[in-house]
């Protein structure tokens, strides 16, 4: 059922890839600092794959996510926005308030994807700390 996963960090606090989601959470900030709320989605997906890419981080964009029913693997068009050092699925929006139906997205494809950590980043918003949802399964 899964895409691929890689080794899960556990951190000494006990929390999983605590790190990592630090990192991305702070290229986020700084994205958010630069160019602030109003752009379109992609215009913050690109932003924020430049500055990961400026901080070392490896990443995959638009990431298909088949979904597999009885052992075949079916490409019902699922598409993660990023996965970071194959360990962060990253869920990218531009809302004025993040719905049940963004959470349930993200757990969706962390369920299918076989990861235990995704981010919800919400750029839409006047401080970007206030954007941000981590989930870990």
Do not use: W
């Amino acid at each position: 059922m899964s895409v691929g996963t890689a080794a899960v960090r556990i951190d000494p606090n006990g929390l999983v890839d605590e790190a990592l989601t630090e990192q991305i959470i702070g290229a986020a900030i700084e994205v958010h600092r630069h160019i602030g709320p109003g752009l379109l989605e992609s215009a913050y997906e690109e932003c924020l794959c430049h500055e990961l890419q400026l901080r070392g981080l490896a990443f995959r964009r638009q990431v298909s996510l088949p979904v597999v029913y009885k052992s075949v693997a079916l490409d019902c068009g699922y598409k993660m926005d990023l996965v970071v050092q194959d360990r962060v699925v990253v869920e990218l929006k531009c809302v004025v308030s993040i719905l049940g139906v963004h959470h349930a997205q993200l757990l969706t494809y962390l369920k299918l994807s076989g990861k235990r950590v995704g981010l919800l980043l919400n750029f839409h918003v006047s401080v970007m700390t206030r954007g941000i949802v981590r989930r870990v399964l």
